[in-house]
Structures are given as C-alpha cells and as structure tokens.
DNA sequence: ATGTCATCGCGTCGATGA
C-alpha cells in the first residue's frame, strides 16, 4: 500500500491538482498539510466520491492538516497533546489516524511543523517548544511498539545536503542548529527517515519556493519527510518524490512523498 | 534572499504568513 505527504498550500487553490493527482497516484492514505481551511468548508465530495475517507484539523486562514485514507479510521485524535507549561495552543497543525493493516494497528501523523522565522521572535521558540513537544509524544507511542509513520512538513532542512545552498540558509530557522538537533532527537528515538533510507539520490528536495526562479534553477530544500517506526520500516519496499506535480499549472510550492509499504 | 502566492478583511489593495 502507499502512503503519501503533501503540503498543498490551501486546499480551494488546490483543489483540482488533489483530485488530479489522487487519481494518478492513487495513495491508499494521504497526510496534507495547509489546508488553510476550516472543517466546515473543506471540499470534501469529490475526494469521498474518490473512495476516500476524510478527516480534517482545520482554522481559519493559516496551517491545518488532513487524512485522506481507502482504510476506514479505527481512531482519530486532533492536536498536539500540551505540557502543563503550556498555554493553550490554538494552532491546527498535527492529526492522527489509527488503522488496522494484517490484523496489527497502523497509526498515521500528519503534522504540519512550525515555520519559526523569524528567528529573534517567539515564532522560533515556539517552533522549538513544538518539537520538543513531538518528542516527547513521540517517546509515548513507541512505547506501544506499534507501526507509526510520522509524515509531514517538518520545515527542518536536516542535511547541508538537503538544500541547494547552505550558505544562503544559514541562520533560517529551517536549518538552525537548534532546529536540526531537535530533528535529530526525534529521529535517535528509533525512526528511520524513509526518503533517505531508500533514496541516496542527490538534490532529492521535496520544496521549491515560487520567487526568483527557484524551481527553474533547481534551488530546492528537503523539508517533508516520512519517519518510520521500526514496526513500519520492516514494512518499507520505497520512497518516491512525485516532483512533476511542480510544474502543473497553480502549483504547490511542496511536492508529494510517497512510501511503498506491505 | 526575494523575480510569489494564498488568505483575510468587508473594500477592489494592504497586511500577514510562508
């Protein structure tokens, strides 16, 4: 089966490239982040009519995220769990769905991880108290030993290798160093980075912003990523970037990840 | 590192976020 991450950058300027490419792809769940939409309004008829359960964690105007699945969801749990120092966290940025796979649960995040520029404002720190907070999620589930894939744009640049050049990102919150180790912290958990596991191909970026011809130029970053369990990396046959999707007319400025599993 | 894009607010553009 196939399981795919997108960041569509708004689900009404994206609508027809998402039934577009759910009938070329045909991913058995797909995990989307900013949807930029409330639940009420999300279009949901077409991708029903498509086979697809839906699930959405929407707000209005910015992030939400979205689980799109042929499967039919055992569970569902909206939001990041808070810590007790926390205020209330109003942002819609992480959903969880629960199925079952062989008889044995599946559990599917879709998360939409904070942009945290600029970084001299409480953006980063709540970037870096948002991951902490995954972390410490994340150490929860794996208890459970159960197949986890953790997919969604982290807005993390993990490798010097994972953009086009370094240089120019120095300093952005996306590849901060405090950004990265976090990312690492997650990943020493016991996750295997699926795209990098499968896929040692070089420039494989998953984003191209819109300005200054970065698509044209090449000039991309790697910052969606699908993070396995050790349950579900046993169950890994591949990655793949579907990075056509890019130079479709009203594009994403992200292009979907996919991993084969069975 | 800015040659863009999506959304909101009630205003046909400016602010915001990425």
Not at 66 to 72: Q, V
Not at 122 to 131: A, C, N, R, V
Not at 225 to 253: C, I, Q
Request: net charge negative; glycine share 6%.
């Amino acid at each position: 089966m196939k399981i795919a991450t997108w960041n569509i950058n708004g689900i009404k300027a994206r609508h027809d490239n998402l039934i577009a490419w759910l009938k070329e792809a045909q991913p058995d769940i797909a995990c989307l982040q900013e949807i930029k939409s409330v639940d009420e309004n999300f279009p949901r008829d077409e991708i029903e009519g498509l086979g697809y359960n839906l699930e959405t964690h929407g707000q209005k105007g910015f992030n939400g995220v979205a689980l799109l699945s042929k499967l039919p969801f055992d569970e569902v749990n909206r939001g990041l769990p808070l810590r007790d120092c926390d205020n209330e966290d109003e942002q819609a940025r992480f959903i969880e769905g629960v199925f079952t796979v062989g008889e044995k649960p599946l559990r599917v995040v879709s998360l939409y991880l904070p942009n945290g520029n600029p970084v001299d404002t409480e953006k980063f720190t709540y970037k870096l108290q948002w991951m902490e907070r995954l972390i410490d999620w994340a150490k929860e589930r794996l208890a459970l030993e159960e197949a986890l894939i953790l997919a969604g744009d982290y807005n993390v640049i993990p490798m010097p290798e994972d953009c086009h050049d370094p240089k120019t990102w120095e300093g952005d919150a996306l590849f901060r160093p405090e950004s990265r180790s976090l990312f690492r912290q997650l990943c020493n958990l016991g996750f295997t980075d699926a795209l990098r596991n499968t896929n040692d191909a070089p420039q494989t970026y998953t984003f191209w912003d819109y300005q200054a011809g970065a698509w044209q130029r090449n000039n991309g970053i790697r910052i969606d990523h699908l993070l396995f369990s050790a349950e579900a990396a046993d169950m890994l046959k591949g990655v793949n970037v579907d990075k056509h999707t890019r130079d479709w007319e009203k594009p994403s400025d992200h292009v979907p990840v996919w991993a084969e599993i069975g």
